[in-house]
C-alpha cells in the first residue's frame, strides 16, 4: 500500500490550497492530519473506521472541505481562508481493507504567511 499526496505550498493568509492523495492497493484513504513543528499531530478532517463518520478538527470545519472518492481511493482537502496556524505538515491518512494496519502518505507542506 502507498499513499500518493500532492498540493501544498505557500500561500498567503486568507488564500486556499488544495491537497490530494491517492492510494495504490488494498487500502481506503481516511482523511488528513497535521503536524505543526513542535506540535502533536492532529486530526484535519478524516473518516472514522467504525460506521464512516467525518470529523473535522476544531476551527477547521467551517473553512475545510474533505471530498472522498471510495471507489477510485482519492481524498481531497480543500481549505480556504487559510492563516498562519494552519502552517504545518499535512499527512494522509490510510487503512487497510484487509486488517487494521495505518498508513501515512509522505506528508506535504502548508506555509501560510501573513
Known amino acids: 500500500v502507498q499513499l500518493q499526496a500532492s498540493g501544498g505550498g505557500s500561500v498567503q493568509a486568507g488564500g486556499s490550497l488544495r491537497l490530494s492523495c491517492t492510494a495504490s492497493?488494498?487500502?481506503?484513504?481516511m482523511g488528513w492530519y497535521r503536524q505543526a513543528p513542535g506540535k502533536q499531530r492532529e486530526l484535519v478532517a478524516a473518516y472514522t473506521t467504525v460506521l464512516e463518520i467525518l470529523n473535522y478538527g476544531s476551527s477547521m470545519k467551517d473553512r475545510f472541505t474533505l471530498s472522498r472518492d471510495k471507489a477510485k481511493k482519492t481524498a481531497d482537502l480543500q481549505m480556504n481562508n487559510l492563516n498562519p496556524e494552519d502552517t504545518a505538515v499535512y499527512y494522509c491518512?490510510?487503512?487497510?481493507?484487509?486488517?487494521?494496519?495505518?498508513?501515512w502518505g509522505q506528508g506535504t507542506q502548508v506555509t501560510v504567511s501573513s
Open positions: 492497493g488494498p487500502a481506503n484513504v
Open positions: 491518512h490510510g487503512k487497510s481493507i484487509r486488517s487494521n494496519d495505518n498508513y
